[in-house]
Each structure stands twice: as C-alpha cells, then as structure tokens.
C-alpha cells in the first residue's frame, strides 16, 4: 500500500524533528535570557520562552493556544489521510504547517511555553524558532501553489 500525499508526511516529520532538536539543544547549553551572538548586532542565538502566540500576542491569557495547535494539527492529518491527493507544493505547505503546529503545539502542552531562540536584531524582529519558520515556508508553499497558473485548467474554462 502507497502512503497518501507521502511528501506532507516527509515536511512534517522533518520539520517537527528539526523544530524539537533544536529547541532541545538551545535549552540543553543556555541559560534563559542567555544570548550567543553569532553575527553581533545583527543575528544571535537568545533563549526566551514565549506563553502566547507569534510575536508573544495574547501572552497573558494564551492557554487556549495548546488547544488551537491540536485542533490544526488534527485537521491537517486528517486532510493528508482523508482528502484529496494534494500535488508536491500543497503537501509541502500543508506537511510544514503541520510540524511547526506539532513543535509549538508539544512545548505548549509539556511546558506552558514555547522556546524561542532565532533572534535578528539587524531589524528589531522579535525572538521567534524553527516551527515558526515553518509554519511561514509552509504558507508561501500554499500561496505559491494558489497562485501558480495550471494550462490545462486555465484552458478547460475557456472552452
């Protein structure tokens, strides 16, 4: 038997692997609020913990994201398991989304919190992980395969 949109699985193991290894290794070799500049003034490695959403919104009352990270997750499963065979660029998009969904998701469970550490401080952005990093490459997956032109489609309608 053929797993179903084999390359959504692929993106979202690798990229829950990756999310969870390093957050792993950052909390393993840093203090909290400990910094490594790996690039000074402009990009540095810097542990924090985030209680709320990206860009620490609705940090003060965000318990209910641990929810939202498992009902997203559930329904990309079941979109990969359940749905149509998606073509490479959806189930990348999709299979990313679902690992940062998944990576963020366990450290909301396990810990109340999720580990950020990718810190640009050239443009002031705030601390932010791999399952963020993610979760965007995943979006531009879909966008990309949104806006993408399919010729037989486009010439089906014409006709």
Not at 94 to 119: H, K, S
Request: proline content about 3%.
């Amino acid at each position: 038997m053929r797993l179903k949109n084999r390359f959504f699985w692929v993106a979202a193991v690798t990229s829950l692997i990756l999310d969870q290894l390093t957050k792993y290794l950052v909390v393993q070799n840093f203090e909290l609020t400990e910094t490594l500049p790996l690039w000074s003034g402009v990009f540095h490695l810097t542990y924090v913990t985030n209680t709320g959403a990206a860009f620490s919104l609705f940090s003060q009352g965000g318990g209910w994201l641990r929810w939202l990270s498992l009902i997203v997750s559930l329904g990309l499963m079941a979109l990969a398991l359940f749905g149509p065979s998606l073509d490479i660029v959806e189930q990348l998009g999709y299979g990313f989304i679902l690992g940062g969904a998944l990576g963020n998701g366990i450290d909301r469970f396990v810990a109340g919190y999720v580990v950020d550490f990718l810190d640009f401080r050239l443009i002031r952005f705030p601390v932010f992980n791999f399952a963020d990093v993610f979760i965007n490459i995943g979006i531009i997956c879909l966008l990309i395969a949104t806006f993408r032109q399919n010729p037989s489609a486009s010439n089906s309608r014409r006709s």
